[in-house]
């Protein structure tokens, strides 16, 4: 077991797997004398990752800094097995009862559902501003889309409602909306215009959400509590101990 196997069956609970706000840096702090067996430890937290979503974003920022490992990285994936401690048996539930109704979704109104928000994978650097990386975040959940789609036809599985992609920045929808290129979008690759021309053959359909209700932000920053435990439950992240 990793608390035991780490010393943290004793570590006192935390309600989040990272603080909000906190600031990570590849220079700042002292360098970890044994950096391997902080490799180990975020190696077995990606594996948590499957079915704990909800650690994804914490974990994927800590991996980005295995080559040279500080401190406060320690201590970041520290809190992750405190928050382990809290939560032992949480993890994706999929119930039996609601088997009979996956079938006939899958026969009749199979609705797909796609969440975007900045493109956790791209590099901050390189991007010329926020609703650019929205705007790619919004072209690789297309794909994903158009992906799954593939998917369900070899199955022979149809659906009668389009799938629905979900963005919550308003400049990202504009450039969606109005695919002509000017000053402000010609940095914008002409592959991203992918959106547009799925929505305009009936494949897609975009709509806007607010961001306290998009599920993706889970994946892109560290959440207060209230925002966490929201979306966890909206994802289907449930406690097996914890009576619901």
Not at 22 to 38: E, R, V
Not at 67 to 81: E, F, G, M, Y
Not at 224 to 233: E, P, R, S
Request: hydrophobic share 40%; net charge neutral.
């Amino acid at each position: 077991m990793l608390l035991n196997e780490t010393g943290y069956l004793g570590a006192k609970p935390v309600s989040t797997p990272m603080e909000p706000n906190l600031k990570l840096s590849s220079t700042d702090g002292q360098l970890l004398s044994n950096p391997t067996s902080y490799g180990s430890l975020i190696g077995r937290l990606l594996y948590l990752t499957i079915t704990r979503p909800n650690l994804s974003y914490v974990v994927n920022r800590l991996s980005q800094y295995l080559a040279s490992p500080r401190k406060p990285h320690l201590t970041a994936a520290q809190r992750i097995l405190q928050y382990l401690k809290t939560t032992p048996g949480q993890g994706l539930f999929f119930s039996s009862k609601v088997e009979p109704q996956i079938s006939a979704y899958a026969e009749t109104s199979l609705s797909i559902k796609i969440f975007s928000d900045v493109d956790w994978g791209s590099c901050i650097d390189t991007r010329r501003s926020i609703s650019e990386a929205e705007y790619r975040a919004m072209e690789h959940a297309t794909c994903e889309i158009t992906w799954i789609l593939a998917i369900l036809k070899d199955f022979n599985i149809s659906h009668s409602t389009l799938a629905v992609l979900y963005c919550d920045n308003d400049a990202a929808i504009h450039i969606y909306q109005n695919p002509v290129f000017h000053e402000h979008t010609k940095h914008v690759d002409i592959d991203c215009h992918i959106v547009w021309e799925k929505v305009q053959q009936g494949k897609l359909k975009m709509l806007h959400v607010f961001s306290n209700n998009n599920l993706a932000d889970i994946f892109t920053k560290a959440l207060f509590l209230v925002a966490f435990k929201d979306i966890i439950f909206k994802m289907g992240v449930k406690d097996l101990y914890t009576p619901s």
